[in-house]
């Protein structure tokens, strides 16, 4: 919680409707961080708004209170199906989901709808939620274009739009997809743009979409976090680095470790779960009901260990997080800053560890000196590190291990309650993407376009999310399909393609030969 001082007014001073204040101090939120503070009389008045601000700046909530506050008003008589009044344009399928978790506290008290649309699932309750009438929807620009494509959603009745994370969808490739979307919403309509940096093409959106935006910044990308301490340990080889791993996972609190590929991630968070730590990964291969039990695992603290690939250097804001493991140096500076953003949210500490090996200490000066941080490596023997002060203090208190036999059962068990909600088979056990080609053929003549055809090529979209933030400006491809896929079909996809990361299409992008998340 943010201690409120003389020089920082309170939501309510600063124009904030009396609920929404409320509804944020009832979540331990009682006064505004620096981009709210800044921003919030600008974009509770209309004006178009360019905020630029780091990682854990509190950007979701500074354009979550305008959103919600200038659609309160006699929101349920506007309210039509498939006709939303205000969008939020988000990169990743975690990242919308959290986004939508704040826009929906904020806007519970005032009686204002929010669903989200993402794609990796099928599309069907999308649908029937947006048929119901939404006020506000948190979408991926993939999943979104489609069902505008297929003329299941109408933007003409935006009032609103907020591009969150642009720059993170400009290193995916998608805007050109968020080009096409900005296009069907009204021109006189309210934007609101919140990017890192303003590169790749995002300065070009803010040119031609926003009007007159009034520019805040708190931060740049590139500045360090004050909060943040940064470690970087140097160890002989592959058997003492498994050791640091395990010891620096051994922990109570909760932490995030980073590998640069999707079956390092896998892998790793078996071994430490075989080895009583509770760990789940998150990693482009899983499906969406997977990765939503492994987020929901680690968010309560079941699990206390995340392994993660870059999916979730941007696309997974989760509070409490003590300390972020970097497995491996990053590829370069960016990756180091987003990930390592992960720690030290909202103004509170922690630490970011790097493991290097002996031939990667080049490669880490080169980062930390283009990330503008000063550390001094040193090495580190982890069969003493029961005397390393340094070493002891980010492990903090050791958690007892768990029998990795009841870990498995209590998986088991959450899985199959997930099933039941959903109201379907276990995962294996059929494709939605029959049940959705036949619902195309009994609704016929709902302007899909393609009709048939497009409900074949349905299965070999929607994979290019998040895998797309490491290859940065690659705009090439992007603009293929972005539609549902049937329940779990991804999962039988031949390691050599390119597995999508986030959820979010772009299509027919480029293959990738290796497996790098």
Known sequence: MTAQTPETPSFIALGVPEAIAHALEKNGKSAPFPIQRDTLPDTLAGRDVLGRGRTGSGKTIAFGIPLVANLAENAAAKRRPSRPRGIVLAPTRELVTQIAETVKMLADPLGVKVT???????????????????????????RLDDLMRQGLVSLDGVEITVLDEADHMADMG????????????????????????????????VKKYLHDPILHSVDS????????????????????????????ASGTARRIF?????????????????????????????????????????VSGEARVLVATDVA???????????????????EHKAYLHRSGRTARAGNEGDVVTLVLPEQRGEMRQIMRAAKIRVTP?????????????????????????????????????????????????????????????????????????GAAAGTQQAGRDRGGEAGGQRSGRTAGSQGGHGGRGSQASQGQPRGQRQGQGGESQGGGRRRSGRRA
């Open 116 to 142: 989200t649309i993402f794609g990796g699932i099928p599309q069907r309750r999308q649908e029937a939620a947006l048929e119901a009438g939404v006020d506000i929807v948190v979408a991926a620009p993939g």
């Open 174 to 205: 998608f805007l050109p997809v968020v080009t096409r979307i900005l296009n069907k919403t009204p021109k006189q309509g309210q934007r609101l743009l919140f990017s890192a940096t303003l590169d790749n093409g995002v300065d070009n959106i």
């Open 221 to 248: 990308a590139e500045s360090p976090v004050p909060q943040l301490t940064h470690h970087v340990f140097e160890v002989a080889g592959k058997e003492q680095k498994d050791a640091l791993i395990e010891a620096l």
């Open 258 to 298: 980073f590998t640069r590929m999707k079956h390092q991630a896998k892998k790793l968070a078996k071994q430490l779960t075989a080895r009583g730590i509770p760990a789940v990964e998150l990693q482009g291969n899983l499906s969406q009901n997977a990765r939503d039990r492994n987020l929901a695992e680690f």
């Open 313 to 331: 250097a941007r696309g997974v804001h989760v509070d409490g997080v003590d300390l972020v493991v970097h497995v491996d140096p990053p590829v």
């Open 378 to 450: 040193r090495p580190v023997d982890p069969s003493a590190a029961s005397a390393d002060p340094e070493v002891l203090a980010l492990i903090g208190e050791v958690a007892p291990r768990v029998d990795p036999r009841e870990i498995e059962r209590r998986r088991a068990a959450a899985q199959a309650e997930q099933q039941r909600a959903a109201g379907h088979a276990p995962a294996g056990q059929g494709s939605s993407q029959g049940a959705n080609a036949k619902r195309k053929r009994s609704r016929g003549g709902r302007g899909r376009g393609a």
